[in-house]
C-alpha cells in the first residue's frame, strides 16, 4: 500500500476473515520476509494493528497476536493504530482478513473522495483552474502512485506457490504488473524464504512456550 514516504506491506487484506493468534504471528513472519526480498527493506518494523499501542491495548485475538510477535526473530515494534499507516512508522502491518479488508476499502474510498472533491475545489473558479494547471505535474505523481493498476494485484502470501490475485476490474496495465511481480516473487525464492521462516518461528515458539511451562511450575 503506498504512503507518502514508503509502501507498507498489510496482511490479511481479506482472504481469512476468521484467524487466530498463531495465524497473525505466521502472518508477521511473511510479511516481514516479503517487505524485505520485494520492497528492498533491510530490517522491516512489524505492528500488530489495535485500538491504542500499550500492549494490553485490544481484543483478545490482537492480545494474544502480540504476545506471540514479541517471541519471534523480527523487528517487531509492538501495536500500531490507524493513524500510523501513512506515518512512515510500520512496514508490515498485521491484522486480520475481516479489519484488514475494511481498512483496505476505506483506503480506496477516501483516496477517490479526495480526489473528486479537489477536483470539484479547484475547477470551481477561473483562479484555481490556473493553479491547478500549475500544479498539474504534482498531481499527475500522485494519482499515479495511488493508481491500483501499477501495483498490479495483491500477493496471496501462504500457498505452496506464487499466487498474486488481479481486481475484478483490472485492465491489461494490471495484469502486466500482476505477472510482473509473480515473477519477481518467483526470481528471489519468496515461497521457500518463508516457508523456512515459518519453520524457524514455530520452534521459537515452541521453545518459548516450553520456558514458560518450566518456570510456571
Known sequence: IPAPENEFVMLDAGANVDS???HL?????????YAREVLKLKDPRVGVLSVGTEDVKGNELTLEAFKLCRKLD???????????LFSNRVDVVVCDGFIGNIVLKTCESLAHGMFSWLKR????????????????G???????????DAYGGAPLLGLNGNVFIAHGSAGSLAFKNAIRMTAQAFEHHINDQMTDAIAVANEQLKVS???TLKSSQ
Open 20 to 22: 487466530k493468534p498463531l
Open 25 to 33: 504471528a505466521h502472518y508477521a513472519v511473511m510479511g516481514s520476509v
Open 74 to 84: 523480527l523487528n517487531f515494534i509492538g501495536n500500531v493504530e490507524g493513524h500510523d
Open 121 to 136: 475545489e479547484l475547477t470551481s473558479t477561473t483562479v484555481r483552474k490556473l493553479g491547478a494547471m500549475m500544479a498539474k
Open 138 to 148: 504534482a498531481f499527475k505523481t500522485i494519482k499515479g502512485r495511488m493508481d491500483p
Open 209 to 211: 512456550n516450553s520456558v
